[in-house]
């Protein structure tokens, strides 16, 4: 049966997960949460506006209030990457070989592994930054589509166009899409090779959750009773085909989805603090954490697929061992 360490803290959780084996949690006010042979915090920040998973899994990379974007390693040694003055970090990005995007307002950074940095202007304000699989284009939302730039070569960004206001993007793990959220509650996707359409709406909420299965072969989301689960095998993705619904529950909505590492199998957290894991085969669900103090904000597993960090907006966070 899986079992549960819980972690009590006292704020909305933006990210859980791990750095190495180290499970972490990163607050919006700022500090840094490690179960490490016990509970240690750090003050990374100011008031933390995001913070993602290093490509390696090696760092924490977190962007303040404050301006600073920096690492956090498993060991709890923080370090300074960059610094936007006073002005707020929206966006951050990982990619291979220790390059970090982040943005602030109309402008896009880019520190590659080497220490190189270069610099994206862009006509309306950033809202998400993703880099390619290799790492060679760095993917911009903004309003009415996403700009596709290179990062170490000179020449004229690729403009993927579509109205609204896109929050947040990703490549699919092989490269082949770009997907972004939307303002509305819908995502919207291109091929990268023609710039092919593809529209997918029908949501009760807006998406804020996301996370593609270890092949690429499915989208999961949140932002509906059940994680919405598009198919993206073949040439045309999802176009023409009906998404998979995964751990329906009529009394709650999913608010955040992780795809395992190995297997086609999501974990799930509800509007309630309710975790289960769901298999995409047959739709089987495991319960995997009863209701708690919020909705769950955040939620990840760990490279080997055994254990589950969560976090809500309530703070109540925790580690899931599947094994028991």
Known sequence: MPTVAPLDLDGYCL?????????????????????????????????????????????????????????????????????????????????????????????????????TEREFAEQRSIEGLAFAPKGLRLAAARYNGVSLNWVAIPGEPVDLEW??????????????????????????????????????????????????????NWLATDGAPAAIVWPFAGEDGPMGKAPMELGTRGDAMVTAVACHPQEEVAAIGYSDGVVLAVRFADRKDILLRREGKGPISAIDWDRDGYRIAFGSEAGDCGVIDIAG
């Not at 933390?48 to 498993?74: F, M, Q, S, Y």
């Not at 303002?183 to 919207?188: K, M, R, S, T, Y």
Request: glycine share 16%; hydrophobic share 40%; charged share 20%.
């Open 163 to 216: 109205k609204g206001a896109h929050t947040d993007v990703m490549f699919s793990p092989e490269g082949r899409y770009v997907v972004t959220t939307m303002q509305e509650n819908a995502l919207h996707g291109w091929r990268v090779a023609d710039g092919k359409h593809m529209r997918m709406s029908g949501y009760p909420a807006k998406v804020k959750s996301w996370s593609w299965s270890a092949k690429g």
């Open 15 to 115: 990210f859980a997960g791990f750095v190495g084996e180290v499970p972490v949690f990163a607050l919006a006010d700022g500090t840094v949460h490690r179960l490490d042979r016990g509970h240690h915090a750090v003050q990374m920040h100011d008031g933390t506006a995001c913070a993602v998973l290093a490509r390696d899994g090696k760092a924490l990379i977190t962007g303040g209030e404050d301006g600073l974007v920096r690492a956090l390693n498993a060991e709890g040694t923080g370090g300074e990457i960059g610094f936007a003055g006073k002005k707020w970090i929206t966006a951050l990005a990982t990619g291979p070989h220790g390059a970090v995007a982040w943005a602030t307002g109309r402008t896009a950074f880019v520190r590659t592994g080497d220490g």
